[in-house]
């Protein structure tokens, strides 16, 4: 009997295209690279190049099941992304929300006990050792401008400049012309 092709798959708490060949779709979910997702296909005994879609109930379940605790299922510690845990000691393997949560609570543990990582994420600077002479600027425009930038700034400047000084050259004509009229009144 004929496995009915399904369009989308839920793995992991998220939907994966069934279009899509299995090491490919799941390397779709966070924390799961395409070396990590053939590794978990070949484990659970199916077919790395198949399309997700064409895989049984059982089968899929078996690679959520591989997924979730790779270690029991024979994968390698090298290829787990968290490997001794802060917290348990432990090799795992997070996918999903689960990284993001673990990376967020990292951070504030690193701010928290004040570590150079820990300050440098509160200030907002680079925090694996680049260099920031140059990169990394946020904000304003600093250093050298090109060449067509500071050619439309100073001809702006200069127009802007020009209709002071023109003005200013009126004012004086008017004050000369004043001066001229207060002495012939005086005379």
Do not use: C
């Amino acid at each position: 009997m004929p496995v009915e092709f399904k369009h989308i798959v839920r793995i992991a708490g998220k939907d994966l295209s069934g279009e899509r060949r299995v090491q490919l779709a799941l390397s779709d979910l966070k924390g799961v690279n395409v070396a990590y997702a053939r590794a978990v296909a070949y484990v659970a005994g199916v077919d790395p190049f198949e399309k997700l879609g064409n895989l049984s109930k059982e089968q899929i379940e078996l690679l959520e099941k591989v997924l979730r605790n790779p270690s029991e299922h024979g994968i390698p510690s090298w290829m787990l992304n968290r490997r001794k845990d802060y917290e348990t000691g432990k090799d795992l393997h997070l996918i999903g929300t689960d990284v993001t949560v673990a990376v967020r609570s990292d951070i504030g543990r690193e701010r928290r006990i004040r570590s150079r990582r820990g300050i440098r994420h509160e200030l907002g600077l680079p925090v694996r050792g680049q260099r920031t002479r140059t990169t990394g600027r946020k904000g304003l425009v600093v250093g050298v401008k090109r060449k067509e930038v500071r050619i439309r700034e100073e001809a702006a400047k200069s127009a802007k400049g020009g209709k002071e000084k023109g003005e200013a050259k009126g004012e004086k004509k008017e004050a000369k012309e004043k001066k001229a009229e207060t002495k012939e009144a005086k005379e």
